[in-house]
């Protein structure tokens, strides 16, 4: 009958891990690192088979490589445990913060934005090639050291400027750091993942890394078909309208 003693914290348990797991789930589907959990998971399912059936000798063996399987799992995981904490952190723990500074500077961000569709728009129509990172939360100085510094206001000529294709700052990316043009032909992290269609180019799998390991905001204009794309957490929202850009900017940046 203690079987079916279920007590509310019990459910609470298992609804959290059940949670947890699919945040997991989520963030290392389609990469390598989802291949390696399937294979440490298989060997787990193997030793507590040969533990139920009393094989003594495979089962010592298996135990001890288990018993090491949490420090294994750290430095195979480390960069999935990473943007695992930076996604809790971001979801749950910056949407006070960025609507305090929303709220702040809420008579500029209109003007900021809309320099920025403006700048898209028109690299669009001529398929010129571009990447603008917006730093939220997140340090971003590390890869901001590996571009050139502009520290300049926003503004949709100078982006067409710096994007265009016979500038020296045009192959890289810019960041904006609080409505400001920090620096340019900056070189981002590239995503792991498998799954990230063909089609795609590296502006596009940049886009993609940066914003798996922080909480940065992404957009890019492809060279090859001039569609406007927008990244967050690791997902890309391709072929918007320079108002679905605008409507999305505006939430998050």
Same mark, same amino acid.
């Given at each position: 009958?203690?079987?079916?003693?279920?007590?509310?914290?019990?459910?609470?348990?298992?609804?959290?891990?059940?949670?947890?797991?699919?945040?997991?789930?989520?963030?290392?589907?389609? *990469?390598?690192?989802? !291949?390696?959990?399937? %294979?440490?998971? +298989?060997? #787990?399912?193997?030793?507590? &088979?040969?533990?139920?059936? /009393?094989?003594?000798?495979?089962?010592?063996?298996?135990?001890?490589?288990?018993?090491?399987?949490?420090?294994?799992?750290?430095?195979?995981?480390?960069?999935?445990?990473?943007?695992?904490?930076?996604?809790?952190?971001?979801?749950?723990f910056?949407?006070?913060?960025? *609507?305090?500074?929303? !709220?702040?500077?809420? %008579?500029?961000? +209109?003007? #900021?934005?809309?320099?920025? &569709?403006?700048?898209?728009? /028109?690299?669009?129509?001529?398929?010129?090639?571009?990447?603008?990172?917006?730093?939220r939360?997140?340090?971003?100085?590390?890869?901001q050291?590996?571009?050139?510094?502009?520290?300049?206001?926003?503004?949709?000529?100078?982006?067409?400027?710096?994007?265009?294709?016979? *500038?020296?700052?045009?192959?890289?990316?810019?960041?904006?750091?609080?409505?400001?043009?920090?620096?340019?032909?900056?070189?981002?992290?590239t995503?792991?993942?498998?799954?990230?269609?063909?089609?795609?180019?590296?502006?596009?799998?940049a886009?993609?890394?940066?914003?798996?390991?922080?909480?940065?905001?992404?957009?890019?204009?492809?060279?090859?078909?001039?569609?406007?794309?927008?990244?967050?957490?690791?997902?890309?929202?391709?072929?918007?309208?320079?108002?679905?850009?605008?409507?999305?900017?505006?939430?998050?940046?």
């Amino acid at each position: 009958m203690d079987f079916f003693d279920i007590k509310i914290l019990d459910i609470l348990d298992i609804f959290l891990v059940a949670v947890i797991m699919f945040q997991l789930y989520k963030l290392i589907k389609g *990469t390598s690192a989802f !291949s390696i959990f399937i %294979g440490i998971f +298989s060997f #787990y399912v193997l030793w507590i &088979v040969v533990k139920a059936l /009393n094989m003594e000798l495979l089962s010592l063996i298996l135990g001890q490589v288990i018993g090491v399987g949490v420090i294994a799992l750290i430095v195979v995981f480390q960069q999935e445990i990473r943007r695992f904490l930076l996604y809790i952190g971001n979801r749950y723990f910056s949407g006070v913060n960025r *609507t305090l500074n929303r !709220s702040l500077r809420s %008579g500029e961000d +209109s003007g #900021y934005i809309d320099e920025v &569709v403006t700048a898209c728009e /028109n690299m669009s129509n001529t398929r010129t090639g571009a990447l603008i990172v917006f730093a939220r939360r997140n340090d971003l100085s590390i890869v901001q050291e590996t571009g050139d510094a502009i520290n300049a206001k926003v503004s949709h000529r100078l982006i067409e400027t710096i994007f265009f294709k016979n *500038t020296p700052l045009h192959d890289g990316a810019m960041i904006i750091v609080n409505q400001r043009i920090e620096t340019a032909r900056c070189v981002l992290p590239t995503t792991e993942r498998i799954d990230v269609p063909a089609y795609l180019g590296m502006r596009h799998r940049a886009a993609i890394g940066i914003s798996e390991q922080t909480d940065a905001v992404v957009v890019v204009v492809s060279e090859q078909t001039g569609r406007i794309s927008y990244v967050e957490s690791g997902q890309i929202y391709s072929n918007l309208s320079t108002v679905m850009l605008k409507e999305k900017l505006v939430k998050k940046v």
